[in-house]
């Protein structure tokens, strides 16, 4: 008889050969790893990879004032924008995918499925480009430089990102036994009201790993601001590697460690909004008792 925790939903607890087996795979595994590994070092260090004149010019102060703190700063404020932009789509869009009303359920369905068609890279450039056409955002609002390349950079982020967080959301929400909103429908509440008081927290609660996966997403989709010469990491980068020439790879390997970083402070920022949400939330609790009003009996009391 095997132990709770030795099993799992897709297969049995390993028995004593198939835990040797499985530890000798693992073990020829990481050999063959980390000799990989070094053999991409000792190819890198005989091309002078790490020879500390190449590191240096990146790593300047001057260099880190002026080009990878606004880079950093720019990126982060791009993500930002762009996340809030892609929940609020995504809230408005996911209802509407299970609205009742049948042209607000069609037109949302349309967006989620024409936008999360096209590659994000070429949303932004369409759209960067189209304006520069038009110059509705230089001639008539003013906006040029920078403001007008993060503005088509969040727009993009938002824009396919809400299509993608909307069918995250649908998800979610079809993924909840029927009796959490019926017991709503039983106890007099509107539609609304059981999508806002019950069905809503749930969902929250239960697709955060999904938009915390999503979210990281978007992070690294700042960098696409390089096809519009915005200033973010991947960009300024570039910019680094053509000013030092011999470091070009240096810097991309700085860029991608701060991404790296980024990307897992995010991580951890989001798994502890999820473990205090799960603590606040009163939501499975409340929608339990409604269950057990329409059931005849209350919450805890064992009358059937």
Not at 178 to 201: C, D, N, T
Not at 251 to 276: G, M, T
């Amino acid at each position: 008889m095997t132990r709770p925790n030795e099993s799992t939903v897709l297969f049995d607890a390993l028995g004593p050969k198939g835990r040797q087996r499985s530890l000798i795979a693992s073990v020829i595994s990481a050999v063959v790893i980390l000799g990989l590994l070094a053999w991409a070092a000792y190819g890198l260090a005989g091309n002078g990879f790490f020879e500390s004149s190449r590191w240096i010019n990146p790593l300047d102060a001057l260099v880190v004032e002026t080009t990878w703190i606004p880079a950093i700063i720019e990126t982060l404020k791009a993500f930002a924008l762009g996340s809030l932009v892609a929940i609020f789509l995504g809230v408005i869009v996911g209802f509407g995918r299970i609205s009742r009303f049948l042209p607000t359920r069609a037109a949302s369905t349309v967006y989620v499925q024409f936008f999360r068609s096209l590659p994000l890279v070429l949303l932004i450039w369409i759209s960067f480009t189209i304006d520069g056409y038009f110059g509705f955002t230089a001639d008539v609002l003013g906006w040029d430089g920078d403001t007008r390349r993060l503005t088509f950079l969040v727009l993009g982020l938002g824009i396919y990102n809400g299509a993608i967080l909307a069918e995250i959301l649908r998800a979610g929400v079809a993924a909840l036994p029927p009796g959490q909103a019926m017991a709503g429908y039983a106890v007099g509440l509107s539609h609304g009201q059981v999508q806002r008081l019950i069905v809503l927290p749930q969902v929250l609660r239960n697709m955060l790993p999904a938009v915390l996966a999503q979210l990281v997403i978007l992070l690294k989709d700042t960098s696409l601001g390089y096809v519009i010469t915005y200033p973010e990491l991947l960009h300024s980068a570039n910019i680094i590697g053509r000013d030092y020439g011999n470091s070009f790879l240096q810097a991309l390997i700085i860029a991608a460690l701060i991404y790296f970083v980024l990307a897992y402070a995010l991580s951890k920022v989001v798994v502890y909004a999820e473990r205090r949400l799960r603590k606040k939330t009163a939501a499975p609790k409340a929608a339990a008792q409604l269950e057990s009003v329409v059931a005849g009996g209350t919450a805890g009391s064992g009358v059937i």
